[in-house]
């Protein structure tokens, strides 16, 4: 639902015409909670397209999912695609991804390219809270593989070779 629809439905809703719809899920947000992406930075340039995320929380604790405790959430991270809808489970796929063991830090492999990263905080049963708690979305660049981000360099390649023979 785009933001205009978004705008006009809760303008119905303040005027009486209409229920509201479900559009979060049914676990309270705790007040002033946060989530943001510690690492990268919107726009960093990443040889290679491996690093470590780091997902940062404010206000509102990490707990694995299935684990039912008040102020508490587990990370997704939304890669190259759009926030799901807020009242069901996150998907599950490339696209989403779930640290249901409460993780704050994850490996990630991009190939080249731009890309986008954002966070998602789900609830023990993987749904967003009411309001959801999500970062801002960042862009980061993959540039095109070189001989600097192949796995092995050459250098190090002609390191290796045997010695030659005296
Ligand atoms: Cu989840």
Same mark, same amino acid.
């Given at each position: 639902?785009?933001?205009?629809?978004?705008?006009?439905?809760?303008?119905?809703?303040?005027?009486?015409?209409?229920?509201?719809?479900?559009?979060?899920?049914? =676990?309270?947000?705790?007040?002033?909670?946060?989530?943001?992406?510690?690492?990268?930075?919107?726009?960093?340039?990443?040889?290679?397209?491996?690093?470590?995320?780091?997902?940062?929380?404010?206000?509102?604790?990490?707990?694995?999912?299935?684990?039912?405790?008040?102020?508490?959430?587990?990370?997704?991270?939304?890669?190259?695609?759009?926030?799901?809808?807020?009242?069901?489970?996150?998907?599950?796929?490339?696209?989403?991804?779930?640290?249901?063991?409460?993780?704050?830090?994850?490996?990630?492999?991009?190939?080249?390219?731009?890309? =986008?990263?954002?966070?998602?905080?789900?609830?023990?049963?993987?749904?967003?809270?009411?309001?959801?708690?999500?970062?801002?979305?960042?862009?980061?660049?993959?540039?095109?593989?070189?001989?600097?981000?192949?796995?092995?360099?050459?250098?190090?390649?002609?390191?290796?070779?045997?010695?030659?023979?005296?």
């Amino acid at each position: 639902m785009g933001r205009h629809s978004l705008r006009l439905l809760a303008a119905l809703c303040t005027a009486g015409f209409m229920t509201a719809p479900a559009l979060a899920g049914d =676990t309270p947000a705790p007040p002033d909670a946060q989530v943001y992406i510690i690492w990268p930075k919107d726009g960093r340039v990443i040889p290679g397209g491996k690093f470590w995320l780091r997902m940062g929380a404010k206000q509102v604790g990490i707990a694995p999912a299935g684990t039912k405790k008040p102020n508490t959430g587990h990370h997704h991270v939304i890669i190259d695609a759009e926030l799901p809808p807020f009242d069901e489970e996150i998907p599950n796929n490339r696209h989403y991804r779930h640290f249901g063991g409460g993780q704050t830090e994850a490996r990630i492999e991009l190939p080249p390219g731009r890309h =986008t990263i954002q966070l998602l905080m789900g609830d023990h049963d993987h749904i967003p809270h009411d309001p959801p708690l999500y970062s801002d979305r960042i862009t980061v660049i993959v540039p095109p593989a070189t001989a600097e981000t192949l796995p092995v360099p050459r250098a190090e390649q002609s390191a290796q070779a045997p010695a030659p023979r005296r």
